[in-house]
């Protein structure tokens, strides 16, 4: 497993990045880390109008954008990590079954006992922490989510209250009740702190030796 951290905040960089690297050659499996400014992630098979609150987000600084998986309309912000694996079908994956499971155990070695919804999203204590979504080709496999720490609860409500009215044959997110991890870990650890042990619990679980840094596109990733 290669794992690999993104340097830029901006969601269409950290999206292209994604895109760039589900497409490339790539012959060992990959986990990807980045944190994105305040945005909305929507679906690829969802309306933008239906799904996010436009005119709150353009008040608010909030981006929106589309990415190339399924699934629900997501919030990012500085308090929100998120990971995302890359996977050939054709070899042996280092990945669990389940995709979650590297996740789960690296939680739960810092304390936080998640579990995985029916929707592969993650909970703890009931409430989601972490939505996922995933998109596959003939040989390969993305399997990404959210992994909420010290999230603005009150920006991801309100900017993911679009018109329901607008969706038509449209994919609705399924709504769920969320929490942030900062209620386990404690108010007084920030995400960037947090983040940097998540990572490492990772490092362990793969036993790699480093996390690669990637420069904003064009990438610098040698296959």
């Known amino acids: 497993m290669q794992l690999l951290r993104s340097l830029s905040d901006a969601p269409a960089i950290n999206s292209g990045i994604e895109s760039t690297l589900f497409a490339s050659p790539f012959k060992e499996d990959m986990l990807l880390f980045y944190i994105n400014r305040p945005s909305v992630i929507v679906g690829r098979n969802q309306s933008v109008e239906a799904e996010v609150n436009t005119a709150y987000c353009a008040t608010h ?78 040989d ?47 108010t007084n650890e920030t995400t960037a702190q947090f983040f940097e042990k998540f990572m490492q619990q990772l490092l362990i679980f793969y036993k790699a030796e480093k996390i690669q840094s990637l420069s904003p596109l064009p990438l610098n990733l040698k296959f």
């Open 61 to 138: 600084g909030i981006e929106v954008i589309k990415r190339i998986t399924g699934g629900g309309t997501v919030y990012h912000d500085y308090g929100n990590i998120n990971y995302a694996f890359f996977i050939r079908k054709h070899t042996k994956s280092v990945l669990d079954l389940d995709f979650a499971s590297p996740v789960v155990v690296a939680l739960g070695s810092l304390g936080i006992q998640a579990t995985v919804g029916a929707r592969r999203e993650l909970l703890c204590d009931g409430r989601k922490i972490s939505g996922t979504a995933s998109h596959t080709t003939g």
């Open 140 to 186: 390969s496999i993305l399997f990404h989510g959210t992994l909420l720490h010290h999230t603005n609860l009150t920006h991801l409500s309100e900017a993911l209250k679009g018109d329901l009215s607008r969706r038509g044959r449209h994919v609705a997110s399924a709504p769920a009740t969320v929490m942030n991890l900062s209620e386990v870990t404690g």
